[in-house]
């Protein structure tokens, strides 16, 4: 173990490549604030904060699975992980930036009672309508803003919470009881975070948040299918990470064995995440009643359907025939090639679940799209980065280390 | 009906077992197999066995599966006998693919497992020969062909020497076979135990 290396060192490249990727995302993000964000204009309006809104929700739910990641493997006594542990907590430590975002953006959304993108703020509209009548218990601004602040801190502080303990395997070797303790620490305090995240993203949130969007229709599928893409999405950023520090020389205790399991989950859950898709689009096929099949209207017929497909294939298709195969799954490149295509596909997959019932009559995905998606990638290159270096890249005394040093699949 | 001459060596611990796997490939025999009373870690690597190609029949039976029900599906309600469900169209594929997925798995499933009884010999009335009646409990038993060249007094000297626990010298049927023995194995002897 003397010959590790267990200081990350930030090449230049990445650094040059993060600060102009916040650079360019930056000058998109303000050029758009102000001639479209702040206009007169409700239709600008509504382009670009619900184009910042995907995008913040997407970075904060693919972020804060890595920590979701974490804390079931813990709560799983998994021992494959270890050896990449860091990683996971480096793109965690987003959450709170990302998480701050996504507040800051939502509450001036409700705040600003911007009715055109939550139909619900309306309370005049609601006043009149038996629908969302029933659902002002729910969907009103004070629930909203009191949950999605909760929801928020309480993310970043249980995984901050997770990150600490985690530091603790760094300081000394463990004797078989301090160890056992050790162990049942790290699964309380990972328990914590689980239930918060079955009272947020399995459940509420996405309800909140993006479905609230069309305030009259609902799905029972809708949550799950958003902790689905968002949690395959995760596991993808997790294998990039992981392949970056292969190969820039780090994390020689990760081999493709790790890689393999990694695969498998980017493979699995693609599958979980087309159920999902599958089993919401086809009860409300089947039924076929006006206002549930209001919401894959424009999708399936209207202007999305090039995207709506174009969704099914990069994050179905693709995953199920090109990681089906073993040697796929433990080759490096294909599996970089794979997790880029689900980020992207998944990142898809939020526009149109935002933009198609925001802009129903047209795609408007273009500049600043990719100029947003721009400023969030850089910004998680290089604080991920950044908190890699921070620490050890190895938790040394892990009492699980070993195990994860010998795993074969 | 082809009968063989096998050595066996047994081997109490998994740890000798590993290097013993080794020295007897060097030497250049040819291990039949080594029966384990649990799933050994890299015990196949050791051996040298190839990757199964379990999972590329798995797949062609997976997509016989898939097409089986396609076709079928759409002959039956486009074709033969068209029906008005709920005034969906008759080629009404979201309604089928829960069909297509059993199917695909029924088809995968089956032929998974008859495939893999297949290649391990395995068949109602098939017998098969226990090398040690304590393999697959406590002992892990190498198996090694014989050759005619081969001299079975080095073997055993060579599987002892890397600590092999018990030696011998066995006659065995390999492959498929539905004979009997002229005296009956009996797995379980209470005499023997006691």
């Not at chain 1, 162990?183 to 995240?197: A, D, K, P, Q």
């Not at chain 1, 599958?271 to 009643?289: E, G, P, R």
């Not at chain 1, 294939?313 to 295509?341: D, E, G, H, Q, Y």
Request: aromatic share 16%.
């Amino acid at each position: 173990m003397a010959s590790i290396k267990e200081q990350f060192e930030i090449p230049g490249t990445l650094k040059t490549w993060s600060y102009a990727l916040i650079g360019i995302g930056g000058a998109a993000l303000l050029y758009g604030m102000f001639t479209k964000g702040f206009s007169s204009d409700e239709h600008e309006q509504v382009h670009f904060w619900g184009t910042l809104m995907y995008n913040t929700i997407f970075w904060t739910l693919v972020t804060n699975a890595a920590m979701f990641f974490l804390c079931f493997s813990t709560m799983a006594m998994a021992a494959w992980m270890q050896s990449f542990r860091r990683i996971a907590e480096a793109i965690s430590t987003l959450v709170p930036i990302f998480g701050g975002i996504t507040l800051m953006v939502l509450l001036y959304v409700v705040l600003s009672h911007n009715h055109h993108i939550y139909h619900w703020l309306d309370a005049e509209a609601v006043a009149k309508d038996p629908i969302l009548k029933g659902k002002a218990g729910f969907l009103n601004p004070t629930f909203f803003v009191i949950w999605t602040t909760l929801t928020i801190a309480l993310w970043s502080y249980f995984g901050y919470r997770m990150r600490q303990i985690s530091l603790e395997a760094d300081v000394a070797p463990m004797d078989a009881a301090t160890a056992h303790k050790y162990n049942v620490r790290s699964m309380v305090r990972s328990g914590f975070f689980l239930v918060w995240f079955g009272l947020t993203v399995a459940s509420t949130v996405p309800w909140l948040w993006l479905m609230s969007i069309d305030a009259h229709w609902y799905s029972t599928m809708y949550s799950w299918y958003t902790f689905a893409s968002s949690f395959v999405a995760g596991m993808a950023l997790i294998a990039l990470w992981l392949i970056y520090m292969k190969n820039k020389g780090y994390m020689e205790l990760s081999t493709s064995e790790h890689l393999h399991d990694v695969g498998k989950f980017m493979f699995a859950f693609s599958i979980f995440w087309t159920y999902l898709w599958f089993s919401q689009y086809m009860l409300i096929w089947y039924a076929n009643i006006p206002e549930e099949t209001i919401y894959f209207k424009n999708r399936v017929q209207g202007a999305y359907k090039p995207i709506f497909f174009l969704n099914l294939f990069i994050n179905f298709l693709c995953p199920l025939l090109i990681l089906m195969k073993r040697s796929a799954k433990r080759n490096f490149t294909l599996v970089a090639f794979m997790a880029v295509l689900i980020l992207f596909g998944h990142w898809i997959d939020f526009y149109q679940m935002v933009m198609g019932s925001l802009m129903k009559e047209h795609v408007s995905l273009g500049w600043l799209d990719f100029g947003i998606l721009a400023f969030f990638v850089g910004v998680m290159i290089l604080m991920v980065a950044r908190s890699l270096a921070s620490k050890p890249l190895i938790a040394k005394y892990h009492p699980f280390l070993k195990e994860s040093i010998l795993h074969q699949v | 009906m082809a009968q063989k001459k096998f050595v066996v060596g047994c081997f109490d611990e998994e740890k000798v077992l590993f290097p013993a796997v080794k020295q007897v490939r060097a030497a250049g025999y040819k291990i039949k197999d080594v029966y384990t009373p649990f799933a050994v870690h890299g015990l196949d690597h050791a051996l040298g066995m190839r990757e199964t190609s379990l999972h590329t029949a798995g797949f062609i039976y997976g997509i016989t599966g898939t097409t089986t029900a396609i076709s079928a599906i759409s002959w039956i309600f486009t074709k033969d006998w068209p029906l008005n469900i709920g005034g969906k169209p008759h080629f009404a594929l979201p309604a089928w693919v829960p069909i297509i997925f059993e199917l695909t798995v029924l088809f995968a499933a089956v032929g998974m497992v008859m495939t893999f009884c297949y290649l391990c010999q395995l068949a109602p009335g098939v017998k098969k020969h226990h090398f040690h009646k304590r393999a697959t409990d406590d002992l892990f038993v190498m198996v090694i062909e014989c050759t005619d060249k081969t001299n079975t007094d080095d073997l055993k000297a060579l599987l002892s020497s890397n600590g092999a626990i018990e030696t011998d010298v066995q006659v065995a049927e390999e492959g498929w076979w539905f004979g009997t023995y002229d005296k009956e194995d009996n797995l379980y002897n209470e005499k023997q135990l006691a």
